[in-house]
C-alpha cells in the first residue's frame, strides 16, 4: 500500500505561507533546472571549439539561436526578481560578450603559463575549475553591474556548487587571473583584483569584522567597503586569508597559510616564518 500523510502537517505549514507575503516570492516564476543551463550554454558560445559547438564558429543564424536560448534564461531569471528592465538587461549583457571572450582568452593563458601540470589550453578550457568559476562570475558581474545583483548571485552560486569556488558577483577582477585547484576560494563582493593575480586553493579576500546596522542592532550594515584591493601580479599562497579593507600593492607574493590584516607595500614577500614542531612516535 502506498504511503499517505494524513496527519494536521499540511494544515499547519499552510498557515506559514502568509508569512512568504512579505518576500513576494509568490509571484514570480524562477527557473526551476537545478542543473542551471546557462553555464553551458554560455561554454559553448565562448570555446564553441572545445564544446561540441563547432557549427558556431561558422554559422552565424547557429550563434544568434544560441544567443537567443541563453538570453531567455536570463531574461527569465532577472524577471523573477523585478527591478531592471529585462529585455534591456539581457541584451546589454549579450552585447558584452565578445569583449568577455577576449578577456577570457586572458585567463586561459595566465592558467596555463601559471600552471606547470597544464599540457594544453584545451585542456585549461574544459578541465580546470577555475575558469568556469571566472566565466560565469564575469558574466555574473555584467548583470550585477546592470542592476540584476539576485540573479547575478544565482549565478555565481551555481557555479560555486559545481567548481567549490566562490566568488562574489560583486567582486571587480582583471585581466589573467587563474585560480589553481581551487576548492574552498573565497572572493567577497567588494574585493578588487589586478592583473596576472594568482590563488591558490583555500584563499578567502573577506571581510575582518562587520559594522551593525544604525536602525536595527540585529542586523549588519550593507553597501560599504569590507575587502582587501589586490594589486598587479600578485601570487597568494593555499590557505591564505587576507582580511579586511586593506591594500596588497604590485608584485607581492604570500606564502601559504599566512593572516594578513594590514596593507603589505609593492615588492613584498610575505610568510609564515615559524612553523609548529611536529612530533612522532611508533604505533604500537
Known amino acids: 500500500m502506498a504511503y499517505e500523510y494524513a496527519e494536521d502537517g499540511a494544515e499547519r505549514l499552510l498557515e506559514t505561507y502568509d508569512t512568504d507575503a512579505a518576500t513576494g516570492?509568490?509571484?514570480?516564476?524562477?527557473?526551476?533546472?537545478?542543473?542551471r543551463p546557462e553555464l553551458s550554454l554560455l561554454r559553448r558560445l565562448l570555446f564553441p571549439g572545445c564544446w561540441n559547438a563547432a557549427e558556431l564558429l561558422t554559422d552565424e543564424a547557429a550563434l544568434r539561436e544560441t544567443l537567443t536560448e541563453l538570453g531567455s534564461h536570463y531574461e527569465r531569471g532577472i524577471r523573477a526578481y523585478g527591478g531592471s528592465d529585462p529585455a534591456a538587461?539581457?541584451?546589454?549583457?549579450?552585447?558584452?560578450?565578445?569583449?568577455?571572450?577576449?578577456?577570457?582568452?586572458?585567463?586561459?593563458?595566465?592558467?596555463?603559463?601559471?600552471?606547470?601540470?597544464?599540457?594544453s589550453v584545451i585542456e585549461v578550457v574544459r578541465s580546470y575549475p577555475g575558469l568556469q568559476a571566472i566565466t560565469m562570475q564575469r558574466v555574473a558581474h555584467c548583470l550585477y553591474e546592470a542592476g540584476a545583483p539576485e540573479y547575478a548571485r544565482e549565478l555565481t552560486e551555481y557555479a560555486k556548487s559545481v567548481t567549490g569556488i566562490d566568488i562574489h558577483p560583486g567582486a571587480r577582477i582583471g585581466d589573467y587571473f587563474f585560480v589553481d585547484h581551487g576548492t574552498g576560494v573565497v572572493i567577497g563582493e567588494t574585493a578588487t583584483i589586478?592583473?596576472?593575480?594568482?590563488?591558490?586553493?583555500?584563499?578567502?579576500?573577506?571581510?575582518?569584522?562587520?559594522?551593525?546596522?544604525?536602525?536595527?542592532?540585529?542586523?549588519?550594515?550593507?553597501?560599504?567597503?569590507?575587502?582587501?584591493?589586490?594589486?598587479?601580479?600578485?601570487?597568494?599562497?593555499?590557505?591564505?586569508?587576507?582580511?579586511?579593507?586593506?591594500?596588497?600593492?604590485?608584485?607581492?607574493?604570500?606564502?601559504?597559510?599566512?593572516?594578513?590584516?594590514?596593507?603589505?607595500p609593492d615588492q613584498t614577500s610575505v610568510f609564515v616564518s615559524e612553523h609548529p614542531e611536529q612530533e612522532r612516535k611508533r604505533n604500537g
Open 194 to 264: 589586478g592583473d596576472w593575480v594568482r590563488l591558490y586553493q583555500d584563499v578567502t579576500l573577506g571581510a575582518l569584522h562587520f559594522e551593525e546596522a544604525e536602525d536595527d542592532e540585529k542586523a549588519l550594515k550593507k553597501g560599504y567597503k569590507r575587502h582587501p584591493d589586490i594589486g598587479d601580479n600578485v601570487v597568494i599562497g593555499a590557505g591564505t586569508k587576507v582580511l579586511g579593507a586593506i591594500t596588497v600593492g604590485d608584485h607581492v607574493s604570500i606564502g601559504a597559510n599566512s593572516w594578513v590584516t594590514e596593507d603589505i
Open 89 to 119: 538587461t539581457t541584451t546589454d549583457v549579450l552585447d558584452r560578450l565578445p569583449e568577455l571572450r577576449r578577456t577570457l582568452e586572458k585567463d586561459v593563458e595566465a592558467a596555463y603559463k601559471g600552471d606547470p601540470a597544464a599540457r
Open 25 to 35: 516570492a509568490a509571484s514570480s516564476q524562477f527557473p526551476r533546472d537545478d542543473r
